[in-house]
């Protein structure tokens, strides 16, 4: 019956904005093409768009998880593949390092009546992107479990491991915790995350130069080392997907993950209601006592490119003001944790919430950080797997940014 | 043939080659030698919906003006095939003069990018290589005995592994071998260690991807043999048997020597095959304890947010080196074994 309804209303919705789609828009004409990501939030926002198209409006959108290796050729063109690149906190950088990016400020004045101050991203004082959606990791907990064995909502990485090593003891779950530490960029990712959370930097003050080899680095790593005692022999080849159906399966209980994840763990239609029902979210551990929780906070948002004609430039952004117009996102707000004008916390987004609430920091918007990431997620699989020192791990992920970064350019 | 005649026969394919495989060696070479530009960087203020900060930017206007100079990037000669990440001339110096035993020695350079992938590279090359001939030869004698009623369906299902895509073969099997799969559970209860992983430990994760490779290459050393049993010619085998040879005699002295050339044939095919092995690293997401050259060239380009393109180029070359060195031995062999026909 609340599916029946549901579908209702969405049909209802969809038939209504395809009638008043020109008058709604308002575009007279133009051509808008989106390149995107392929994930729920982002299908909101490009299905809605699409409603703008008309006569003389066509609207095209590619979302695919390729988007980050084919964006930096399809806007280099002139006219570009793509007039909107819809982006995140990292896929940015390539961007703006190469000029492909229009400056958004006059559009913003004319048709950005709904947009908030703190949806704006700036550099050099000019708007380069429109932000509409926060990410981050944060906890994830089964309050049954936890509640069933005495245990209280963990707060910081220490009692995440007491938790866990409780469940063990009393025999409950022999592998409570799951992350995503597959190497690569999910196992940096986490690194990232933890680090920010003991407040260091990543980065020697006003150069490229990385500075993880640190008294931090090293308590990050062994907390994660930590972590993974009590995970199952395969962590790591675990990333966000693969924790998902185990989650479901009841086998585990503490699990740190991606807050656009969490809408799917507690979704009505989950193939393991009763798991669902008792899935909450917290924000991500401290660590060491520092009280920043060990997230990165990231943002997705829209560019519009450079290589394009005006009127194409007028009709994408008006497009994408409708696609992330507080109406749209009104109408999904589980979709994810929207930035946007009149959006409330739904139960889904409580994690990300608490992450920004307890001062979670902004994962590093610096044009190298790409580069330290991947050499991160390349050299500490080893140290996981108890093959060498934590000293020795993130010597080599520095010596493998360097390499990379004197290439690239960064560090001469 | 007149060398006229020859060259009228040649020249559409030697165009081909020149045009799809010598040119674009030569770009890649050419672009081995450089790296990108110095970035020029500026410190700006940017905010976002997390606040604002002061930090380092590309200077997109002088990076053009640089580009427009000099299009390929910055001469940077060999160093990069002497950087870290490749041949690691420095850091083996080092590693030479700290070191106090040979195996200390070794198990640093194998920390080594490079060399962790060019020893799992030769590894997998060279174990798989004699073991997909041997296998593919037992395989083909086998078939080749079966009644002719069986033979069509017993050939097609040995075909199998090699039908199917590798990618797609890699993963049905890496979730098969999950500590929650059905050869992985199966394996804890027989061990007795609910610990087990193959794909945790590096030793299992190796032995895993070897036999993926056998599994995955079998097949095709078994159909060209297969197709060389049919011509191996009847009266000497029956000669032989008259000679009160056995089977396995016949097969030892008649058999093998006349399938020689195909055996030769498919390891020149299977070392360069080999050699380049990447996809089943992907399919296991075996990265943590398994890289291979091939792999290196991919995470180069694929990882990050700008591909370098002159590591990856350097890879390249090296791996091309790599299999020229490799497949000598087996070229001169055929070079003196025509030079004693003609």
Redesign the interface.
């Known amino acids: 019956m609340k599916n029946f309804l549901k579908a209702t209303v969405a049909i209802g919705a969809l038939l209504g904005a395809a009638g008043g789609a020109y008058a709604e828009c308002g575009i007279e004409k133009g051509s808008v093409r989106i390149l995107s990501n392929d994930f729920e939030a982002l299908h909101v926002v490009a299905s809605a768009a699409e409603t703008c198209a008309s006569d003389t409006v066509t609207v095209t959108k590619n979302q695919t998880s390729e988007h980050k290796n084919i964006q930096v050729p399809a806007l280099t063109t002139d006219p570009a593949t793509y007039t909107v690149a819809m982006i995140a906190t990292n896929s940015i950088m390539p961007l703006l390092n190469a000029d492909l990016i229009r400056p958004l400020d006059d559009y913003v004045a004319k048709w950005g009546q709904d947009v908030q101050e703190n949806q704006l991203i700036r550099v050099d004082g000019k708007v380069v992107a429109i932000a509409f959606m926060a990410n981050a990791q944060h906890l994830f907990y089964r309050d049954d479990v936890l509640e069933a064995n005495g245990i209280a909502v963990p707060q910081s990485y220490e009692e995440v491991l007491a938790a866990a090593q409780k469940l063990r003891d009393a025999g409950v779950m022999q592998t409570p915790l799951a992350s995503a530490y597959k190497p690569g960029w999910d196992l940096a990712a986490e690194f990232v995350n933890t680090y920010l959370g003991t407040g260091g930097e990543f980065f020697k003050d006003g150069t490229a130069e990385a500075d993880i080899n640190n008294e931090n680095g090293v308590k990050v790593l062994e907390t994660m080392k930590a972590m993974s005692e009590f995970m199952t022999p395969d962590f790591v080849t675990y990333d966000t997907n693969a924790i998902k159906p185990i989650w479901e399966a009841g086998d585990l209980a503490l699990s740190i993950s991606w807050g656009s994840r969490a809408g799917a763990y507690i979704a009505a239609d989950s193939p393991a209601p009763e798991i669902a029902k008792h899935t909450k979210f917290a924000a991500a551990p401290t660590i060491d006592g520092k009280g920043i929780p060990g997230a990165a906070l990231w943002w997705d948002g829209f560019v519009i490119a450079k290589n394009i004609s005006d009127e194409d430039a007028e009709a994408s952004f008006r497009a994408m003001m409708v696609g992330i117009s507080p109406d749209n996102i009104k109408a999904h707000e589980d979709a994810a944790v929207w930035l946007v004008k009149g959006y409330e916390a739904t139960a889904a987004a409580v994690g990300v919430a608490d992450d920004v609430a307890k001062g979670a920091r902004p994962y590093p918007m610096v044009p190298y950080m790409g580069l330290l990431h991947t050499a991160i997620g390349d050299n500490l699989a080893e140290f996981m797997q108890g093959q060498e020192s934590a000293e020795q791990a993130l010597a080599d992920a520095t010596a493998a940014y360097t390499t990379a970064a004197k290439e690239a350019g960064f560090i001469h | 043939m007149p060398h006229r005649t020859f060259l009228a026969f040649i020249w559409p394919s030697l165009l081909a080659m020149i045009l799809f495989i010598a040119v674009p060696i030569v770009s890649v070479g050419y672009q081995s030698l450089y ?5 020029v ?1 500026t ?11 002061a ?4 200077d ?2 002088a ?2 003006t640089l580009r427009a100079e000099s299009p390929a990037g ?1 001469y ?1 000669g060999f160093s ?1 095939y002497a ?3 490749h041949l690691a001339f420095r850091n083996i110096g080092e590693i030479w003069r700290q070191s106090d035993s040979l195996g200390q020695f070794a198990s640093l350079v194998m ?1 080594l ?1 490079f060399y962790k992938a060019l020893v799992f590279t030769i590894a997998y090359t060279f174990i798989v290589t004699p073991l997909v001939i041997v296998l593919g030869f037992f395989i083909a004698v086998a078939v080749n005995a079966i009644p002719s009623a069986y033979k069509g369906p017993v050939i097609f299902f040995s075909l199998l592994p090699m039908i199917v895509t590798p990618l797609i073969g890699a993963l049905v099997l ?1 979730w098969m071998i ?3 799969g059905v050869i ?1 559970a199966t394996l804890q209860q027989i061990v007795g260690d ?4 193959l ?4 030793a299992l994760t190796w032995a895993t991807l070897f036999v993926y490779g056998v599994w995955h290459n079998a097949p095709f050393s078994f159909v060209v043999f297969y197709a060389g049993l049919q011509t191996v010619p009847r009266d000497t085998l029956e000669s032989a048997m008259v000679d009160g040879a056995s089977r396995w005699e016949r097969i030892r002295y008649v058999t093998i020597p006349y399938l020689m050339p195909l055996a030769t044939f498919i390891a020149l095919m299977q070392l360069m095959d080999n050699f380049r092995v990447f996809e089943p690293i992907i399919g ?2 075996a ?3 398994a890289t291979s050259l091939s792999y290196l060239i991919y ?1 180069d380009l ?5 591909p ?1 393109y ?2 990856a180029a350097a890879s390249s070359m090296l791996t091309i080196l790599g299999v020229v060195i490799l497949l000598t031995p087996v070229l001169i062999r055929t070079w003196r074994d025509f030079k004693r026909k003609a």
């Open positions: 790296v990108e530009h110095p970035q960087m410190e700006v203020e940017s905010c976002g919906p997390f606040g604002c900060k930090e380092l930017r590309v997109a206007d990076m053009r910055r940077n990069t950087n870290a990440s920390n990018p890496f999950d500590a929650r992985g609910p610990q087990l992983s794909k945790a430990s590096p296991f997401s990265a943590a304890n995470s694929r990882s990050g947010d700008f370098l002159g590591s």
